[in-house]
C-alpha cells in the first residue's frame, strides 16, 4: 500500500517541488534576498517570481489541506527581499481572498455556518485589530522571532492535531444554547443528516482571543487554529468546522487587512501577484486533489513549515 | 449529534444565502478590477506616483519608513491620488475588505425580522468594529 501511495505521490511532489525549490526562479530569489533588496533586477522580475511562486504555493496548500497564508508569510518573508510588514499585509490578503472566494459554495451548502461563525468572529476581528496594531509596533526583529516559533508550533500542531469526524456532544452548554450554536447538514457521501451543538462554547469563545492576535500580528490565515478549537473543543463536526474556519478568515482576517491598508502595509507591486497567483494555484490544486490524494504532501509541507519557522526564528535571533 | 435518514434538513437561512451570493459577486468583481488596474499600473499606460524602481529600491524598509521616504499619505489619503496607476490598484484591494462589512450589513434587516436580537447586536457591533478599523481612526500611519 505504501509503495502504491509513494508511486502517486512521487511525480507530483517532485513537480512541485522541482518547481517551488529548484527553479532558477527561485535560486535568483534567494539569492537576491539574501543580498538585501531587489535594486539589481528588473522590475518585473520580482512581480513574475512571486506570481509563479504563489502559483505552486496555492497548489501545495490545497494538496497538503492548509490555508494559504500560513504558507505565504513564513515562506515569502524568507526567501523574498520584501520588509515583513509588506509580508504580513500581502499574507491577509492572500488568506482573505482565498476565504471569499470558498466561501459562497460553503454557505450555500450548509456546510458553513452564520450562527456558528458570528459570535466567534466578532471576538476573532476584534483581537486580529489588536494584534496587527502590535505587529507593526514591535521591532522587526521581535516579530521574526515570534513568527519563528508560532510557525514552529503550527507545524507541530499539524502533525500531532486528531481531528474528529463527528465528536460526540452528549449536552450543550448554557452558552452556546444561548447563541443558538447549532444546525444540521447532509453528509454528501451517505446522504444522511447530521445534527450538531456545540459545548465547552465559553472556553472556545476565549481561545478565539488569542486566534485573533496572532492572526493579527503575523498576517496568518488562522485556519490552522480554527479548526480543531471548533472541532475538538466545542464539537463541531470536521466537515462544519472545516467549512466555517475558511469563511471565518473573511471576518478576522478583513479587521487586520484593513489595519495593514491604513498604516501603509500594502504595496500593490507585491500584494496583487501574491493574490492572484495563490488563487490560481488553488483552483488547479482543487483538480489535481480531484484525481489523487496525496496525503505525503501534507508531511512534505509540514516540513517547509519547519524549515521557514526555524529560518525565521534564526534570522530574528541575527544567526 | 444525531443522524437521520430523512430528508428533512434544517433549511440553510434566506440571509445566509444572500451573503453568499455578495461574497461571490463581490470577490470575482474585485479580482477582475485587480487584475485590470494591475495592468495599467505595470504597462505605464496610467502614470504611478511613485515609479516602480523606488518601490524595488525601498521595499525592505518598514512600512512606515517607507511611506515617509516616498511621502506617501496614511490612511485613506491615497484617495487624493487615484489617478495614479500605483494607487488605482486600491480599488479592487478595498473591494475585497469592504465585502464583509457590507455582508454583514445585509444580515443586520433579516436578523431584526426575525427578531433575533442577539445576533442583531453581535451583527452591529462586527459592523462598527470592523468600520472603526477601516476608518483609519485607530492610526492611519502611511502607506
Known amino acids: 500500500m505504501f509503495m502504491r501511495l509513494s508511486r502517486r505521490v512521487t511525480p507530483v511532489f517532485l513537480w512541485l517541488s522541482l518547481m517551488l525549490f529548484t527553479s532558477p526562479v527561485y535560486a535568483a530569489a534567494e539569492s537576491a534576498a539574501a543580498a538585501g533588496g531587489g535594486a539589481d533586477w528588473p522590475w518585473w522580475f520580482w512581480p513574475l517570481v512571486l506570481f509563479v511562486f504563489c502559483f505552486v504555493l496555492g497548489i501545495l496548500a490545497v494538496l497538503a489541506g492548509v490555508g494559504g497564508g500560513v504558507l505565504y508569510v513564513p515562506l515569502v518573508s524568507a526567501f523574498f527581499p520584501f520588509h515583513l510588514d509588506f509580508v504580513r499585509g500581502a499574507g491577509l490578503f492572500v488568506a482573505l481572498a482565498g476565504a471569499l472566494m470558498a466561501g459562497p459554495g460553503l454557505l450555500r451548502r450548509g456546510l458553513a455556518s452564520l450562527r456558528l461563525a458570528l459570535p466567534v468572529a466578532l471576538i476573532a476581528s476584534t483581537f486580529a485589530i489588536l494584534g496587527a496594531f502590535i505587529g507593526l509596533s514591535l521591532p522587526t526583529t521581535i516579530v521574526q522571532i515570534l513568527l519563528g516559533a508560532t510557525i514552529i508550533f503550527i507545524a507541530i500542531l499539524l502533525l500531532l492535531s486528531k481531528n474528529v469526524e463527528y465528536p460526540v456532544v452528549t449536552k450543550q452548554d448554557a452558552v452556546g444554547l444561548a447563541l443558538g450554536m447549532h444546525g444540521s447538514y447532509i453528509e454528501e457521501t451517505t446522504g444522511k443528516i447530521y445534527e450538531y451543538k456545540t459545548h465547552r462554547t465559553w472556553g472556545g469563545l476565549l481561545i478565539f482571543v488569542l486566534i485573533g492576535l496572532v492572526a493579527g500580528m503575523f498576517g496568518l490565515g488562522a485556519g490552522w487554529a480554527n479548526i480543531p478549537v471548533l472541532n475538538l473543543m466545542m464539537g463541531a463536526p470536521l466537515k462544519i468546522s472545516v467549512a466555517t474556519s475558511k469563511f471565518l478568515l473573511s471576518i478576522t482576517d478583513t479587521s487586520a487587512a484593513w489595519v495593514y491598508l491604513n498604516k501603509g502595509g500594502i504595496i500593490p507591486l507585491v500584494a496583487i501577484p501574491s493574490i492572484v497567483g495563490l488563487m490560481l494555484g488553488s483552483l488547479v490544486g482543487v483538480k489535481i486533489l480531484a484525481r489523487a490524494k496525496p496525503a505525503a504532501i501534507r508531511y512534505i509541507v509540514i516540513a517547509v513549515l519547519l524549515f521557514a519557522g526555524v529560518r525565521a526564528l534564526l534570522k530574528g535571533l541575527g544567526i | ?143
Request: proline fraction near 3%; charge should be negative.
Open chain 2, 1 to 143: 449529534m444525531t443522524a437521520q435518514n430523512g430528508k428533512e434538513l434544517e433549511h440553510v437561512p434566506a440571509e445566509q444565502k444572500a451573503y453568499a451570493t455578495l461574497l461571490m459577486y463581490g470577490c470575482w468583481i474585485g479580482i477582475g478590477i485587480m487584475v485590470i488596474t494591475y495592468f495599467f499600473y505595470l504597462s505605464g499606460i496610467i502614470e504611478p506616483f511613485v515609479g516602480i524602481d523606488k518601490v524595488t529600491d525601498l521595499w525592505h524598509l518598514p512600512s512606515d519608513e517607507f511611506s515617509q521616504r516616498l511621502d506617501i499619505p496614511g490612511g485613506w489619503g491615497w484617495l487624493a491620488l487615484i489617478g495614479y496607476g500605483d494607487f488605482l490598484n486600491f480599488i479592487g484591494i478595498v473591494i475585497m475588505g469592504a465585502l464583509t462589512i457590507i455582508g454583514y450589513l445585509t444580515l443586520i434587516p433579516a436578523y431584526i425580522k426575525k427578531k433575533d436580537f442577539l445576533f442583531t447586536s453581535i451583527a452591529i457591533v462586527e459592523v462598527l468594529v470592523l468600520l472603526l478599523a477601516a476608518s483609519g481612526i485607530l492610526g492611519g500611519g502611511g502607506h
